[in-house]
């Protein structure tokens, strides 16, 4: 009967059954250099990713799904989003596109954070060749 305060055994921490599996596959996958920069949210033009990422989706998929768009999008409402936790997060539903899309999404993010009003530069770009398309006359 001493032993009535103490528990005996090990804990979940301590039982290899129990490991993180999210932790497991971090330490298993590779990840692209750029997951390593951070992007602050408040920089960046939402409603420009958004449209983005539902028609990249729908792309990937072949069909569109809100559900996952919603999701991913609600990931990237943190100030600093993990782009490595929400690769694994999508993976479920994107399969191997998951890598894919997720690293044109950061690369997305990173310009834009960078660039004036919070939209990518690609997207500038490609505006811009379309106004300048639109004005030449086509002969």
Do not use: C, H
């Amino acid at each position: 009967m001493g032993d009535a305060g103490f528990f005996k055994g090990t804990s979940a921490d301590q039982d290899a059954r129990f490991s993180d599996k999210q932790k497991k596959l971090l330490r298993s996958m590779n990840f692209p250099s750029e997951f390593s920069q951070k992007v602050d949210m408040k920089k960046v033009n939402m409603k420009v990713i958004k449209g983005w990422m539902a028609q990249r989706v729908s792309q990937l998929l072949g069909i569109e799904d809100e559900v996952v768009v919603e999701y991913a999008f609600g990931m990237l409402e943190e100030p600093l989003p993990d782009p490595k936790m929400m690769q694994i997060n999508l993976q479920g539903f994107l399969d191997k596109n998951s890598q894919v899309f997720m690293l044109e999404l950061w690369k997305l993010l990173l310009s834009a954070q960078n660039s004036l009003g919070g939209i990518p530069q690609q997207f500038l770009d490609q505006t811009k060749e379309e106004l300048l398309q639109a004005k030449v006359p086509s002969s």
